[in-house]
T-cell receptor
């Protein structure tokens, strides 16, 4: 169990640029979640996968956000045409099954200038 | 109405006291409940999970669940300054896991 790995740890980008984050879950975990967290708030749900299937995407998420998990292993989260309001910590988590606890990675901190 | 609600705090307790953290949830279909601890600038760390009504104890931590009242709590006995952090309550089931905004706990030496 090597834990959930996220890359990069930090990303600074200019408004309007596209960014992509990667998450490698714990190997035997079927579920993979993406959350966004801003200062003083709890993690806000973005989307989750069961194996390679994306089962739910937050209604709050604009079309600029897209996530994939092509082979049911690692996942990517892409944000197109970034805005300053996208600045946040992006957290990835994985779990064995639907009711199992989530295990979080260290997160990717995005700063949009 | 938020799906998971917590008092944001801060909750201040003296060292050695019992800290009591509370959470309510709105989805009666929720099956699983989690408490996470989050230090500033770090990612959430799992402390406890509970699925059935009643109490579940692990060391200094006790989680309590009352599904009829849609209420979850976390008790921390013999609180230590190192327990100072934000505590996140989360609920889930067969679908997504939803988090509250967290309660900031300060343990005063």
């Amino acid at each position: 169990d090597t834990g959930v790995s996220q890359d990069p740890r930090h990303k600074i980008t200019k408004r309007g640029q596209n960014v992509t984050f990667r998450c490698d879950p714990i190997s035997e975990h079927n579920r993979l979640y993406w959350y966004r967290q801003t200062l003083g708030q709890g993690p806000e749900f973005l989307t989750y996968f069961q194996n390679e299937a994306q089962l739910e995407k937050s209604r709050l998420l604009s079309d600029r956000f897209s996530a994939e998990r092509p082979k049911g292993s690692f996942s990517t989260l892409e944000i197109q045409r970034t805005e300053q309001g996208d600045s946040a910590m992006y957290l990835c988590a994985s779990s064995r099954q639907g009711e199992s606890p989530l295990h979080f990675g260290n997160g990717t901190r995005l700063t949009v200038t | 109405q938020k799906e998971v609600e917590q008092n944001s705090g801060p909750l201040s307790v003296p060292e050695g006291a019992i800290a009591s953290l509370n959470c309510t949830y709105s989805d009666r279909g929720s099956q699983s409940f989690f408490w996470y601890r989050q230090y500033s600038g770090k990612s959430p760390e799992l402390i406890m999970f509970i699925y059935s009504n009643g109490d579940k104890e692990d060391g200094r931590f006790t989680a309590q669940l009352n599904k009829a009242s849609q209420y979850v709590s976390l008790l921390i006995r013999d609180s230590q300054p190192s327990d100072s952090a934000t505590y996140l309550c989360a609920s889930g089931g067969y679908q997504k896991v939803t988090f509250g905004t967290g309660t900031k706990l300060q343990v005063i030496p």
